[in-house]
């Protein structure tokens, strides 16, 4: 059974780094394109960055682009959000979920297998 465990989330000031990982057990993420989403108070989750099965393709919201890095460890079953120069916009509950399909099937068409229990992150001004 697949289970995704998150973890790395907490409070940081604008402008720090965070990296949030995403743990999978019961499944091997090397099969998957796996992608991290988000939800902040009253608005629609939204994906922020996807990563193909073969790491060769990615996919970042537009507002991630530049400061996040997706990327994934095979051998540990894991992937990784890197989250430089954080701003108070992105403080919202990270979720990472996998899919079958490609890194725009998963990030924009939400088409999803499974999804962590998400993890807040919290950014101060």
């Known amino acids: 059974q697949l289970r995704l465990v998150e973890s790395g989330g907490g409070l940081v000031q604008a402008g720090g780094s965070l990296t949030l990982s995403c743990a999978a057990s019961?499944?091997?993420?090397?099969?998957?394109?796996v992608g991290w989403f988000r939800q902040a108070p009253g608005k629609e989750r939204e994906g922020v960055a996807c990563?193909?099965?073969?790491?060769?393709?990615?996919y970042y919201v537009d507002s991630a682009k530049g400061r996040f890095t997706i990327s994934r460890d095979n051998a540990k079953n894991t992937v990784y959000l890197q989250m430089n120069n954080l701003k108070s916009e992105d403080t919202a509950v990270y979720s990472c979920?996998?899919?079958?399909?490609?890194?725009?099937?998963?990030?924009?068409?939400?088409?999803?297998?499974?999804w962590g229990q998400g993890n807040q992150v919290t950014v101060s001004s």
């Open positions: 979920a996998v899919g079958g399909g490609n890194s725009y099937r998963l990030c924009v068409r939400n088409e999803h297998d499974g």
């Open positions: 990563i193909n099965a073969g790491g060769d393709s990615t």
């Open positions: 019961g499944v091997s993420l090397g099969r998957l394109t």
